[in-house]
């Protein structure tokens, strides 16, 4: 099993930068793919990065792509999501869910879920 707590969002402005952070307790996290995932308002979740156990593999949404960048540290429980040059549609409530699969953009493959961190960017 295991336990997702998201820290790290904020109230930002446009062309900001913030660094989320995932941590996870158990010792299966190491065996896990991860990924974020927002949510805006009236819009459906979506899978904005997503990392292999061994960090080898990295995806990210082309909406995100050169800005964002996801990593782990599996020595310490934790992944993190550096947001840079952040715009206004990056608003949403982020979530890290460890993923059930070696990678699916779909949540119903995701085992594990964080309750979420809010982002909010202003103009």
């Known amino acids: 099993q295991v336990q997702l707590v998201e820290s790290g969002g904020g109230l930002v402005q446009a062309g900001g930068s913030l660094r989320l952070t995932c941590a996870a307790s158990?010792?299966?996290?190491?065996?896990?793919?991860m990924g974020w995932f927002r949510q805006a308002p009236g819009k459906e979740r979506e899978l904005v990065a997503h990392i292999s156990w061994s960090s080898g593999n990295t995806y990210y949404a082309d909406a995100v792509k050169g800005r964002f960048t996801i990593s782990r540290d599996n020595a310490e429980n934790t992944l993190y999501l550096q947001m840079h040059s952040l715009k206004i549609e990056d608003t949403g409530v982020y979530c890290c869910?460890?993923?059930?699969?070696?990678?699916?953009?779909?949540?119903?493959?995701?085992?594990?879920w964080g309750k979420g961190t809010q982002v909010t960017v202003s103009s």
């Open positions: 869910a460890a993923d059930g699969t070696p990678y699916s953009d779909s949540p119903h493959e995701y085992d594990y």
């Open positions: 158990g010792r299966a996290f190491s065996t896990y793919a």
